[in-house]
Each structure stands twice: as C-alpha cells, then as structure tokens.
C-alpha cells in the first residue's frame, strides 16, 4: 500500500482519495494497483453499496500520470512505462465494468489519468473549479486512459477537437456535453459526501438533489465551426482549412496546433477513428495498450515531456517537425499489435 492513496469505508461507502498534492495527484503505478485492490475487495463485499473517489487535499483532482518516470524509462528499458499503463489500463477497465454506483468528485484539474478515473464512474461531479482536458499531443503522447472510447463519442467533433488541441473545458462544458452527470457548486462538496455516506444507497437522488443550475456552456457557440473545421481525419485538412479561416478563433486554434507534436496529432486521429467503432471497453484497453508501449519510445515522447514538465522550456523540437513529413508508415508502425503474450488484458473479475 502507498500513503499516496487513502482507502477507508464510511460506512456503506468505500472511499477512496487521491493523496498526492505536490504531483497535483499524478498517478503512480502504485496508486493504480491500490485503488484497484481496494475495488476488487468491495466489488464482492455485500456491506459496501457505492464508492466515491476525490481528493484529500490541493488544487486538483488528479493531472493525469506520473509521465516524466514515464519518459525516463522508455528512454530505455520500457518496462516500467508498460507497468504502469498496464495497471492503469486495469483499473479503468475495472472502474467501467463497476457492478456498484461509483462517484468521481472532478473538483478542480482532471486530465489524462484523472479522465480515466472519473469518466468510467457512473456519477461524474463537476464543480466551477473542473478544469477537464486531454492535453497529450502537447508531450508527444496520445489521449489513452479511454480517449479513444470516450472522445470519439462526444457530439460533432468536439472530441477530435479536444484530443488535437487540449482545450481545457470547464464545469459547465463537462456538464453540456455528458463528461459529467452532475453540477455541484465546490463549497457543497463536503456537505454531498456527507449525505452520500449516511445514505448510500439513494446517491442517485443525493446528487440530484444537491446538484445546482450549471452556467451556459461556452463550446456551444463554437459547436459549428467545430464540427466543419475538425470534420476531417486528415490532418493537413484540418490544418488547411483553419488556415483559411478568417476568424479570430480559427487563427488561434491553428497557432495551438502549431505547438503539438505532428505525429502524436495523427495517431490521436487515426486512434480516435478506430475507437467510434470498437465493440468493447476492453478492446479499446488493449488497443490503447499497444499503442502506448510503442509511443513512449518515441523521441516526440521524450522530447515533450522535457520541454514542457522536465525543462519547462516549452520549446520542443518534434521529429518530423511538420505534418507532411510524418508519412502514414510511421503512424502504422505504431499501432502494431503486441505479440500474444505482452498484450493487455482485464482482471479476469472483470471479463465478459
């Protein structure tokens, strides 16, 4: 067990909080294996009847995975990155298979890790604090943890959208668009967990009570434009038409994709085409899988992480610096399945 985790029951309740602020609770591929021993204990326990997942304490909810051990060990021996992915991947497939109500508090920054850990939940909370994105193709990675599930069915293309550009959407967009079921205002957060745990099993009705009139969500405005200048899954048509675009917001979205990594861009695209049609969770896990084993070698990986979470230099020198010279062998190179034996597969709970 790792301190970085806090499992408890309160009462009916398993409770599980994100005990990592410095990290702004990065997962670690021990925090993972916690969560999911714990999961896999209450799944069976008839005195547990739902689960909440938050954060004890610091500004976010969690900022994704630790990615710079990530970027280290895939320098090498990638081991260790496939360790972690391996076990992350397990508990997000067990979050989404779940046979009890779970509860994700996305109060403050939820990204990478921190979607898949909340968006598998059957109760998703945004406050006015949420801050949600996917922001991997900023590090030479790809939006995993279920972005290829997740984005690809969100309305129009605002999933493509988000996957390139790592838009941070706020509360009241998670709400609009289903990343979360439920609007609660941050300072009635305890007050929620409070009722949550003296009546486990009317959490359905708890939330909705205690669930308050979100803002309008401001993608909406952008919805159109969205879903006409993203509607491409080639890339230099989508960068080929915001350049056409006399807007204020076409140039601004094509400057932000001017500092992402081209390759990661078009595996985010071809990842998120491949996602809309896969038959299960599971499938998407293992594809993902593959996927992840293979990019964190990559030099874009390694490069991106430095520059912006090592360095801080926000400077990254992508290899292909442009899209036109990342040819399509290269993006299938990396969506080759593992051998038999090294890919990923669920808790044996969990398969159906």
Request: net charge negative; proline share 6%.
């Amino acid at each position: 067990m790792t301190d970085d985790i806090i499992v408890r029951r309160d009462g009916g309740v398993g409770r599980i909080r994100l005990n990592r602020p410095k990290a702004i609770h990065a997962l670690t591929t021990e925090m993972c294996d916690a969560m999911s021993t714990a999961l896999l204990r209450w799944r069976s326990d008839p005195d547990i009847t739902a689960v909440l997942i938050d954060h004890a304490e610091g500004r976010g909810f969690c900022a994704g995975g630790d990615v710079v051990m990530l970027a280290k060990s895939g320098a090498g021996d990638a081991s260790k990155a496939r360790d972690f992915f391996f076990a992350e991947y397990r508990l997000n497939h067990l979050l989404f298979t779940y046979p009890k109500p779970t509860v994700a508090i996305m109060d403050g920054i939820t990204m990478g890790g921190g979607v898949g850990i909340s968006q598998p939940c059957t109760y998703r909370v945004a406050t006015e604090n949420t801050r949600f994105a996917m922001p991997e193709t900023g590090i030479g990675l790809f939006p995993d943890v279920g972005g290829g599930w997740y984005l690809s069915r969100l309305p129009g293309r605002v999933g493509q959208f988000m996957a390139l550009t790592g838009a941070r959407l706020d509360g009241a967009e998670c709400l609009y668009l289903g990343l979360a079921t439920h609007y609660v205002p941050s300072a009635s957060i305890e007050e929620l967990v409070d009722r949550i745990v003296k009546a486990p099993a009317r959490v359905k009705g708890t939330l909705g009570g205690a669930s308050a009139t979100a803002p309008d969500g401001k993608i909406e405005a952008n919805l159109a434009q969205i879903a006409r200048l993203f509607a491409s899954d080639d890339y230099e048509e989508i960068l080929a038409g915001l350049e056409a675009e006399e807007s204020d917001w076409a140039k601004t979205e094509r400057a932000t994709l001017g500092t992402k990594s081209p390759l990661s861009c078009k595996v985010s695209l071809r990842l998120l085409a491949e996602g809309a049609d896969r038959a299960s969770f599971a499938d998407e896990m293992e594809a993902e899988y593959a996927l992840a084993a293979n990019v964190v070698q990559t030099h874009d990986f390694r490069e991106g992480v430095r520059a912006l979470l090592i360095d801080k230099d926000n400077e990254p020198q992508w290899d292909p610096p442009i899209p036109a010279e990342v040819d399509d062998g290269m993006v299938e190179a990396l969506f080759a399945p593992l051998p038999p034996g090294e890919r990923w597969t669920p808790f044996p709970e969990t398969e159906v």
